[in-house]
């Protein structure tokens, strides 16, 4: 009896804190966008009478899917993206009911291909870095297409260092990736005028050439953590690795970002758009939960403010590159308006 | 023919063998010795691999805890900050109404803001001010606040108070950050490693024991970053599945091992269970995702559906071990019993289950001590998040140590590399004392027959 009455108290109590209607913002998405949100989350939590709002790293896709379910409370309020909603996407939403969605674009972030500053800085092009890490690469005559046979770096061009090439970068399912081979390799791939021609007779191959990225070992999947690859680049000399620019800007102190079309990654040249790899962050908002969920405009208010976002917010010293201040006016506007999507 | 043949030869073996068996062995003969010596080097390799598995087995065990302790231990000092506070009455409380809620809205930030500026008064880019008031954590002012409120006889006062420092300038005075590398390539600049000396010559610069890294929950600034909000996660997690798997589990065994009639569905049965205990985590994730949000609705990242898809999970590890503690109970206690006029349930109540607890208790721990350290089927039920508040039940969002752990090794900021290997050895002592009671019980309830 005595027993029965304490695992009732026991349960009774873990169940004490049981939530009527949800009075917490919920926020899923991109683990990328995820280091910015939680900040402002917080901050918000802080500075306002609102909860603070809980944050799940589910990946930009994975996200979406969420987000798209429906309309309700068992349902997110917001999602975080690495990359801008698809058009179907867009569509799977609407068929769950989920009609007006707001699109926030926070800022930029870079992608970087760095290495241990004990080593040499390199300055590739997009074609170099193709070539090192594509797994279908023209011959050297540029007739044919054959699996990538470079082993060094200096192989592709006799300026670069003769060093195996060896590069840490994150896996299929992540963001980072699909940018890098959209910003990199798609677009040098269409610079060898064997693989262009293929646009025009196998766009199937094509496609598939262009993403392909080289398995025997020179291309190393690391894994998502990008901490990982920082150690591993530490204890490496000779390793690469792709990550987001935060963790470059935290280790610039035994790391260093190799320059791509001549562009060094700092701060200043992701921000005005001269260094190549770089993306655009998001965030969405369902609109039918505004004014449903309490806090959902305050926390827009706090992400779009210039304390949060401007160019000397706490997001940039988190690592976040700031669109130019018109840019931002505009997209806090709209925001503010709930003005929805369309595609 | 062949068989006939074979039986001949077979024959002749053993009377060889017959006649050796006769013939008196001479033991000091050099090929017995020799056999011996064999015998003797095989032993001692044998005992040799043994000694060496173990080894490399303790070497992997030293050099992990090692890597871990040494990186992480760090992480239970915070440095403090002593500044000048000046406890203003205009700035505090103008009006002088003694009023909490006023005091409490007070401005504790621009306090020590203005303290900072009074210690540094070359002070006066915008930037570098910036930099300055970045020596301080965000959090400083909430703790001025308390401080204040507690004792309002500060008011008016000037003290010197230690402040929690923000993460680079602990990073700095734990050595992580090295003043000799060019400036443009660290998080400091010059300037603020010459703040740094200046207070550290002033003796006003200090690591304390970090009481908040045990009693916060997460937080985006590592200074600030605690365990205890995870600590809690994990508890009522745990709660949930231990109320649901023992029970369940225990009384599939008591009826699997004492009363199922052995046909070919209990075999079925037996067969799943023992197949379910090899399946993948994340299958149950998948499972708890379907049955217990899509078709239940409970909430999210609420510990009730980490706890509930955990107890799928440990179910088959408790029901293993918990047959074998029942098998491990001589029949002649059994037959004892019922000789004696008890009924079958009375046997098994009155004395089956109390000899095998100590086996079935062993197993439930290890099979929690498992839960407790499992992250991937909780991604698919929203458990892997970023939470603040730390949960006051199990309906509330939480999270669970090791999920804890894979987001501070995920963040950017340096100072969360130490905080991850503390969080690691956070959850390695809880998984010790687990471990640690399963085999105190072990030897306080276990009988020899």
Request: overall charge negative.
């Amino acid at each position: 009896m005595k027993k029965t009455l304490a695992v009732a108290a026991l349960m009774s109590v873990a169940f004490a804190g049981a939530a009527q209607a949800r009075d917490q913002i919920r926020i899923v998405g991109s683990s990328t966008v995820f280091p910015f949100a939680t900040a402002v989350a917080e901050e918000f939590g802080k500075t306002t009478s609102f909860k603070t709002p809980v944050i799940e790293s589910t990946g930009s896709g994975g996200g979406l899917k969420l987000f798209c379910a429906g309309v309700g409370e068992q349902n997110p309020d917001i999602t975080n993206a690495s990359r801008r909603i698809k058009k179907s996407e867009v569509e799977t939403c609407a068929k769950n009911g989920v009609e007006e969605i707001t699109e926030v674009k926070i800022g930029y972030d870079g992608i970087v291909l760095s290495n241990s500053n004990e080593a040499e800085q390199l300055d590739l092009t997009k074609e170099q870095i193709f070539l090192a890490l594509a797994k279908i690469v023209p011959s050297k005559d540029g007739k044919s297409l054959v699996d990538n046979f470079y082993s060094t770096w200096s192989e592709i061009d006799p300026s670069l260092p003769d060093v195996k090439i060896e590069v840490l970068g994150p896996p299929p399912t992540s963001g980072t990736r699909d940018a890098f081979t959209e910003l990199v390799l798609e677009e040098a791939c269409e610079e060898f005028p064997v693989i262009a021609e293929l646009e025009k007779s196998n766009k199937d191959k094509f496609k598939a050439v262009c993403a392909g990225v080289r398995e025997d070992g020179a291309y190393i999947e690391a894994g998502e953590n990008d901490n990982l690859i920082v150690q591993k680049l530490e204890a490496n000399k000779d390793a690469f690795g792709i990550f987001g620019f935060s963790f470059l800007d935290q280790n610039g102190d035994k790391l260093q970002g190799s320059l791509i079309g001549g562009v060094a990654p700092t701060f200043e040249a992701i921000s005005a758009g001269e260094y190549p790899v770089s993306r655009s962050l998001y965030f969405y908002v369902k609109n039918a939960h505004v004014g449903t969920i309490p806090g959902m405009m305050e926390y827009v208010s706090e992400f779009t403010s210039d304390k949060a976002w401007g160019e000397e917010g706490y997001l940039a010293d988190r690592g976040l590159i700031p669109m130019d201040a018109k840019e931002r006016e505009a997209v806090h506007n709209a925001a503010m308006n709930l003005s929805p999507l369309s595609m | 023919m062949t068989d006939m043949a074979s039986l001949m030869e077979d024959r002749a073996a053993a009377k060889v063998i017959s006649d050796n068996l006769h013939k008196p062995v001479d033991w000091d003969s050099p090929k017995i010795a020799r056999n011996i010596k064999k015998r003797y080097a095989a032993e001692r390799r044998f005992k040799f691999y043994g000694l060496a598995a173990i080894g490399v087995a303790l070497l992997a065990l030293f050099v992990l805890a090692g890597s871990i302790g040494s990186k992480g231990y760090t992480a239970f000092f915070q440095t403090y900050v002593q500044l000048e506070i000046t406890f203003d009455q205009d700035a505090i409380d103008p009006d002088r109404t003694g009023d909490p809620a006023v005091i409490g809205k007070a401005n504790f930030d621009g306090l020590i803001k203005q303290a900072l500026r009074e210690r540094f008064p070359q002070v006066t880019g915008r930037q570098e001010k910036r930099d300055l008031y970045s020596i301080v954590s965000g959090g400083a002012s909430y703790d001025l606040r308390e401080r204040v409120m507690e004792n309002p006889g500060l008011i008016g006062q000037t003290r010197k108070v230690w402040l929690i420092s923000g993460d680079d300038f602990d990073m700095l005075n734990k050595g992580y950050i090295s003043a000799d590398v060019e400036e443009g390539n660290r998080r400091l600049n010059d300037e603020e490693i010459a703040w740094y000396d200046a207070l550290k010559s002033d003796g006003a610069v200090e690591k304390q024991f970090h009481t908040r890294f045990f009693t916060n929950g997460d937080s985006r600034e590592p200074e600030l970053a605690g365990i205890w909000g995870a600590a809690v996660g994990s508890l009522y997690t745990l709660m949930v599945t231990l109320a649901l798997s023992f029970p369940i589990g225990v009384l599939a065994a008591v009826y699997l091992e004492e009363f199922a009639p052995k046909n070919r569905f209990t075999q079925i049965v037996e067969v799943n269970i023992n197949n379910l205990a090899a399946v993948p985590s994340i299958v149950f994730g998948l499972l708890g995702l379907e049955v217990y949000l899509n078709v239940m609705h409970l909430p999210r990242s609420a510990p009730v559906v980490g706890g509930l898809t955990l107890a799928l999970m440990t179910l088959p590890t408790i029901i293993i071990a918990s047959r074998a503690a029942i098998k491990a109970v001589p029949p002649s206690i059994r037959q004892a019993a019922l000789g004696l006029g008890a009924s079958p349930v009375q046997t098994v109540t009155h004395h089956v289950l109390p000899l095998a607890m100590p086996g079935i208790l062993t197993g439930t721990i290890i099979g929690m001590a498992q839960a407790l350290g499992e992250t991937a089927p909780l991604l698919m039920i929203g458990m892997v998040a970023f939470i603040v508040d730390i949960p006051g039940g199990a309906l509330d969002p939480a999270t669970v140590l090791p999920v804890q752990i894979y987001l501070w090794a995920d963040s950017p900021e340096r100072a969360f590399v130490e905080k991850t290997s503390a969080a690691i050895m956070v959850l390695l002592a809880f998984l010790v004392l687990m471990n640690g009671l399963a085999v105190y019980l072990r030897k306080k309830f276990e009988r020899k027959w």
